[in-house]
């Protein structure tokens, strides 16, 4: 049963993996730790802020070969600075290609 802070459409699940963002209109790409994934959307860590309403391209990888890795477009729904000087991205994901 979910506590009552959980109170979502879907169950946030702690990752902790390597993700690639990149940005289609730029060609720019950086690397980010997922922090936790839920089918709506992610919490992703990185060096550098975004602006909010960007869209990207997110690939993140699987450890398991009977899943693929989870390809999508996202937006950039939340950039939060941390106290460690990294940037913590809300991410509402739009589309899964994959």
Do not use: H
């Not at 980010?32 to 975004?50: H, K, N, Q, T, W």
């Not at 070969?65 to 989870?70: M, R, V």
């Not at 477009?73 to 509402?92: A, Q, Y």
């Amino acid at each position: 049963m979910r506590d009552y802070n959980e109170k979502r459409d879907f169950i946030r699940m702690k990752v902790d993996s390597e993700v690639r963002i990149s940005d289609p209109e730029s060609g720019n790409s950086w690397t980010g730790i997922c922090r936790d994934l839920s089918g709506a959307g992610m919490s992703v860590e990185v060096d550098s802020p975004f602006t909010t309403g960007s869209q990207l391209a997110a690939l993140l990888p699987s450890n398991n070969e009977a899943f693929p890795p989870l390809e999508s477009i996202v937006e950039v729904v939340r950039c939060t600075e941390l106290d460690n000087g990294r940037f913590e991205l809300g991410l509402k994901i739009r589309q899964v290609n994959r």
